[in-house]
């Protein structure tokens, strides 16, 4: 596949994704495919995901975690193997109802026509913030 046909795989993933056809997108990546978050010990769905289960296993985290309550990719930009892509989006974070800002970049890497690594790019303090439970009050004296 050349710089285009990558590029148009990567969108319709995106339009997969923000229709929840989250099968359909899996179908679009390598069986030994990575996709890696932003480590963090707090976003239930942070951190590296090997294969196709463990990236189904992160959709589901991100599902039971987050509700977008926006998702924009705004730029594709293709060369060779590589789809750049860079968005923003504001989440819910379930546990604690508090919603939050991410602007993002995404790098994949597309290898015999699926995505072969997906790594996302973001400032997580925002969603630590967010999905970090309130500390206990101090005992009042």
């Known amino acids: 596949m050349n710089a285009s046909d990558n590029k148009q795989l990567v969108r319709e993933c995106y339009e997969l994704f923000l229709r929840g ?5 899996l179908e679009r990546c390598s069986d030994d495919a990575d ?12 951190g590296a995901h090997h294969g196709k289960a463990e990236i189904a ?4 985290r991100l599902a039971d ?3 977008p309550l926006s998702f924009s990719p705004r730029t594709f930009i293709a060369e060779d193997d590589q789809v750049v892509v860079t968005g923003d989006a504001t989440w819910r974070a379930k546990p604690t109802g508090r919603s939050f800002d991410s602007p993002w970049v995404h790098v994949l890497t597309i290898r015999d026509g699926k995505i072969a690594r997906f790594e996302a790019y973001n400032d ?4 630590e913030r967010a ?3 309130d500390p206990p009050a101090a005992a009042v004296a």
Not at 21 to 25: C, M, P, R, V
Not at 35 to 46: K, L, Q, V
Not at 124 to 127: L, Q, S, V
């Open 57 to 60: 296993e992160y959709f589901t």
């Open 21 to 25: 056809d989250i099968g359909s997108l």
């Open 35 to 46: 996709w890696i978050e932003r480590d963090s010990d707090c976003i239930p769905f942070a």
């Open 65 to 67: 975690g987050a509700e």
């Open 131 to 133: 999905f970090r439970p």
């Open 124 to 127: 997580t303090a925002p969603a």
